[in-house]
T-cell receptor, first 113, second 112 residues
Framework: EPEVTQTPSHQVTQMGQEVILRCVPI?????FYWYRQILGQKVEFLVS????????KSEIFDDQFSVERPDGSNFTLKIRSTKLEDSAMYFC???????????FGQGTRLTVV | SQQGEEDPQALSIQEGENATMNCSYK?????LQWYRQNSGRGLVHLIL?????REKHSGRLRVTLDTSKKSSSLLITASRAADTASYFC????????????FGTGTRLQVFP
């Protein structure tokens, strides 16, 4: 069964460093998303991406964040200069259309020290 | 305002019992999805119910949707210890956006 895959599963980085979180969405899906979940809290929307551009972003998604779909399969989230409060589980999701099931990856646990 | 609040926040039951979790939301929606999350793991899609549907089944799962009350329920019948997880509802609003808004989740503990 097709699935969304994310790498790495866990990343530890020093404050101020850049990190890139990678995702391979389901192959025929057209809508892509990043969400995050701070430990013990709810899942928060970061950004949606369709037709090679950002369609919506939240207040969390400030200038330190960027997304890219560098080729036909990968979808990346970059945090330019990490802060302690960026520590969270980051989830990638994809869906075929805007009204179909959204499938999530297993997440990348980012720890900023 | 918060879109998506589940209750109860936590639920403990014995194996074999049924578990019911509720989700309320505030705005009009296109559909509502339920997800399961095992501790520290990914979000597993369970079921999607559209705004024009009232009930949907998948195995031991039964989801209802009442758009007049802006609420949904997830029923797990004959629960198993393996059902222990957090359960979240997520709504697709009906205008201007395709993002999912997640609820606060219900932590379900099923004791063997």
């Amino acid at each position: 069964e097709p699935e969304v895959t994310q790498t790495p599963s866990h990343q530890v980085t020093q404050m101020g460093q850049e990190v890139i979180l990678r995702c391979v969405p389901i192959s025929n899906h057209l809508y892509f998303y990043w969400y995050r979940q701070i430990l013990g809290q709810k899942v928060e929307f970061l950004v949606s991406f369709y037709n090679n551009e950002i369609s919506e972003k939240s207040e969390i998604f400030d200038d330190q964040f960027s997304v890219e779909r560098p080729d036909g399969s990968n979808f990346t989230l970059k945090i330019r200069s990490t802060k302690l409060e960026d520590s969270a589980m980051y989830f990638c999701a994809s869906r075929l259309t805007e009204n179909t099931e959204a499938f999530f990856g297993q997440g990348t646990r980012l720890t900023v020290v | 305002s918060q879109q998506g609040e589940e209750d109860p926040q936590a639920l403990s039951i014995q194996e074999g019992e049924n578990a019911t979790m509720n989700c309320s939301y505030k705005t009009s929606i296109n559909n509502l999805q339920w997800y399961r999350q095992n501790s520290g793991r990914g979000l597993v899609h369970l079921i999607l119910i559209r705004s024009n549907e009232r009930e949907k089944h998948s195995g031991r799962l039964r989801v209802t949707l009442d758009t007049s009350k802006k609420s949904s329920s997830l029923l797990i019948t004959a629960s198993r210890a393996a059902d222990t997880a957090s359960y979240f509802c997520a709504t697709d609003r009906s205008y201007n956006t395709d993002k999912l808004i997640f609820g606060t989740g219900t932590r379900l503990q099923v004791f063997p």
